[in-house]
């Protein structure tokens, strides 16, 4: 079984599952740090979370990593969403870089170099991953929020979240892993959290996947979520 990537959103279903990563709840606190008051945005991120589950008829809920957008403590927002969501689904949570405390939430938790689910990999991306993950056929990460930059003719700027999907390294993946699937694709996932975006090509913090070369990233397909294949990434300016 292939993984299936949402029509028009930043999630994946596969086996019962519905994966997707980098929601930042609370992010409330950082908006209203720079004069932005929207004290809803975390709901209605919840809300459509649950739209999906009931689209998918999901039977489990796996986020990759950075649930939370407070990195050291749990906050009483993420706290809140992440119990009514368990009240629906089963929930899983690959520890972040902004999950500390995240182990008060009622839930499954797995550290961040990720676990193994059917054939997919999943980890959050900031730290190396499991052999567990990989050995997986797909490992799905997130952390990048892959974004990218356009200029139209006229000079405006457009943003579009997207899709990335990187071929193995097998020489660069051995002086790490002894046992690898020398096949894996590395998928990185836009963030689900519609505010966060990174420019791939501008980027310099890509977490030791990336920054020690083990997927053949200017070389990786780029699509957007609407499923429009865009190139590779060493060709797009």
Request: proline content about 3%.
């Amino acid at each position: 079984m292939e993984p299936s990537f949402l029509y028009q959103e930043p999630a994946i279903f596969y086996r019962k599952a519905l994966i997707i990563g980098d929601t930042h709840f609370g992010i409330e606190k950082r908006l209203s740090e720079k004069g932005i008051s929207d004290s809803a945005f975390s709901e209605r991120l919840m809300k459509r979370i649950g739209q999906l589950i009931e689209q998918t008829k999901a039977e489990r809920l796996i986020i990759a990593g950075d649930v939370k957008d407070e990195i050291t403590h749990l906050d009483d927002m993420t706290a809140r969403v992440i119990s009514e969501l368990a009240e629906v689904v089963e929930v899983i949570i690959v520890k972040g870089n902004h999950d500390g405390g995240i182990e008060k939430c009622k839930v499954k938790i797995v550290e961040a170099d990720g676990f193994a689910y059917g054939q997919l990999g999943i980890c959050h991306g900031h730290s190396w991953p499991s052999e567990e993950v990989m050995a997986c056929k797909w490992i799905v990460s997130a952390h990048q929020h892959p974004r990218l930059h356009f200029r139209d003719k006229s000079g405006k700027h457009h943003f579009e979240n997207c899709w990335v999907i990187a071929d193995a390294d097998p020489e660069e993946i051995a002086k790490h892993y002894e046992n690898f699937n020398k096949k894996s694709k590395l998928i990185l996932m836009p963030a689900f959290n519609p505010l966060l975006g990174s420019d791939l090509q501008k980027d310099e913090h890509l977490g030791p996947i990336l920054n020690n070369n083990l997927f053949k990233l200017n070389d990786a397909l780029v699509f957007t979520v609407h499923g429009m294949l865009i190139g590779k990434l060493k060709d797009i300016e």
